[in-house]
């Protein structure tokens, strides 16, 4: 068995989670069992898989394991968006490459969405679209290009001006937006933790079980501090703890990202304060501008600030530093509201190819991989969840198939190397962005 080199280390800020009721206490791993799919880490991609095995195999046993609680790690820290559109960089410009990723995408939307409304889960889901927005001509450049894109493959998207966007949003800081309607907004906590709730009657759940020891070949085990696990088959859908399990090494990388939510504009005053409509969510060109959202009980929802990790985690002293830029941000939008109330602060870590490649690989008969959704986690984890599955159990679709057919991430470069490549290149589009 080899060591598994570092597991998740989470800070206890996550917003979205905190303002959940606690939820019932951890099923943890606490002895061996024996099972016929071992599904470890359960993120979107996860969840999706470990339910997809449940139902193509009913009477076998499927054993999901999370290192953490579900929703409290990466997969709840994120902005809740489940996104159909394809980004320019991610489609790399290439119209057939846009429409097969639009086609994954919106799989994976409609998958939640069914799922949501068959199992009642609260998480404030609702197809708001969203605002993709821009103040420099660079970056109106890129939304221009991308309108072009979508345009190609017939994808609705409309351009939008600051006034128009003041009044979808309550500030005029932007001077351009491409707004896309099909996109969905929720709690990403309470998604995935109402994911984990609904499970099929064959999937068991074991949170608060990192796994410590593993091995692959000749037959599956993973070890816990106070438990194990023998499975036949097993999928890995740990993102960026991937090369933790010596796998996919030297191809991925995790970008930490800071965010913070504030308490609730409440009433008719919040929302005079506010102005603008309610529920909505905006995200900038690059890097440099925030990732903006306003939630369905009138929070904000602010992040900005990145920073390599070569172990998904970052210090206190790194999240004050990106607290108080929280905090300047906010008044550079809403100028008349003073200094925002952030009842949260928290970071989460986005697993990155440099290539923009994902991570969908077949390593032996019985071992399959999943990762790297480059900051598109929500509908593209979940279909790659599925997809996965279902090539393990041997089915075939249009889907596997444009799954089956990214290419392979590029290499990376060593540490040092790495880190200070990927500092130098956040500097690089920090100072490109700075209008942002």
Request: charged letters at 20%; one cysteine or more; a positive charge.
């Amino acid at each position: 068995m080899q060591k598994v080199r570092f597991t998740p280390r989470f800070d206890n800020g996550n917003g979205w989670y905190n303002i959940l009721p606690p939820p019932p206490p951890a099923h943890e791993l606490l002895c061996d069992v024996t099972a016929d799919w071992l599904v470890i880490g359960a993120g979107y991609a996860g969840l999706s898989a470990a339910r997809t095995l449940a139902g193509h195999f009913p009477d076998q046993r499927i054993a999901l394991v999370e290192a953490d609680r579900v929703g409290r790690g990466t997969a709840g820290r994120n902005a809740g968006f489940a996104i159909d559109v394809p980004f320019l960089s991610e489609s790399h410009g290439d119209p057939a490459r846009a429409r097969r990723i639009y086609a994954l995408h919106s799989a994976g939307q409609a998958e939640l969405d069914r799922l949501v409304h068959e199992h009642g889960i609260d998480c404030q889901w609702s197809r708001r679209g969203k605002y993709m927005v821009a103040v420099g001509e660079r970056a109106q450049g890129v939304l221009r290009k991308t309108q072009e894109l979508l345009e190609a493959i017939n994808i609705d998207s409309r351009p939008m001006y600051t006034e128009a966007l003041k009044e979808r949003l309550g500030f005029s800081f932007y001077r351009m937006g491409l707004y896309s309607p099909g996109t969905y907004l929720m709690n990403p906590a309470a998604l995935t933790r109402g994911l984990g709730r609904s499970l099929p009657e064959n999937v068991t759940l074991y949170e608060n079980s990192p796994i410590t020891k593993v091995q692959f070949e000749p037959t599956v085990r993973a070890q816990t501090a106070k438990g194990s696990i023998n499975a036949k088959g097993v999928i890995l859908a740990t993102d960026g703890f991937t090369e933790a399990f010596g796998i996919a090494r030297h191809r991925l990388f995790t970008i930490m990202t800071f965010a913070s939510l504030t308490s609730p504009f409440a009433g008719p005053e919040g929302d005079a304060k506010l102005g603008g409509t309610p529920d909505w969510g905006v995200h900038p060109v690059g890097p440099a501008g925030p990732t903006i959202r306003r939630t369905q009980d009138n929070r904000i929802w602010h992040r900005i600030g990145f920073a390599y990790s070569g172990t998904v985690s970052a210090s206190a002293a790194t999240m004050e530093k990106h607290r108080k830029r929280h905090i300047a941000d906010f008044q550079k939008r809403y100028p008349h509201l003073g200094v925002p109330k952030f009842e949260h602060s928290y970071a989460g870590g986005m697993c990155m190819t440099l290539n923009t490649e994902p991570v969908f690989q077949r390593l032996s008969e019985k071992v399959f991989v999943v990762g790297g959704q480059n900051g598109i986690g929500v509908s593209k984890g979940t279909i790659h969840g599925k997809l996965i599955a279902d090539w393990a159990a041997g089915k075939t679709s249009e889907l596997l198939d444009y799954a089956r057919a990214y290419g392979t991430p590029s290499k990376i470069p060593r540490e040092p190397f790495l880190g200070w490549g990927v500092a130098a290149r956040l500097r690089l589009e920090a100072w490109k962005g700075r209008m942002e």
